[in-house]
């Protein structure tokens, strides 16, 4: 079984930063270890649909949705299966409940989910 944890939410004033952290742990079936599957964020805006944020894959290539280019940067450490997104010039549409996820099965899927981490960015 995998879990996922996600913290550094909190709020903040607009054009600020904030550094979310997501640390995973167990194993899946496959024995292989965590640091070796692609991981990503999402967020969930009230009213809204979940929407992806970036992810970074084992080789270390990364996407960013447009919304969040060259604000937003993600990384993984290599020691420990854990992910960060570093957030700059926040903005209040940037307000959301974010969420890290686990892609174990490959293409997107997304299996593992964290409980989530709420950023509310104040104008």
């Known amino acids: 079984q995998v879990q996922l944890s996600e913290s550094g939410g909190g709020t903040v004033q607009a054009g600020t930063s904030l550094r979310l952290s997501c640390a995973a742990s167990g194993r899946p079936a496959s024995g292989r270890p965590l640091s070796t599957y692609a991981m990503a964020w999402f967020r969930q805006a009230p009213g809204k649909e979940r929407e992806f944020v970036a992810n970074?894959?084992?080789?270390?290539?990364?996407d960013y949705a447009d919304s969040v280019k060259g604000r937003f940067s993600i990384s993984r450490e290599r020691a420990k299966p854990t992910m960060h997104l570093q957030m700059n010039d926040l903005k209040p549409e940037d307000t959301a409940i974010y969420y890290c996820?686990?892609?174990?099965?490959?293409?997107?899927?997304?299996?593992?989910w964290g409980q989530g981490t709420q950023v509310t960015v104040a104008s």
């Open positions: 996820a686990l892609d174990v099965v490959g293409g997107s899927a997304y299996e593992y």
């Open positions: 970074i894959r084992w080789s270390g290539s990364i």
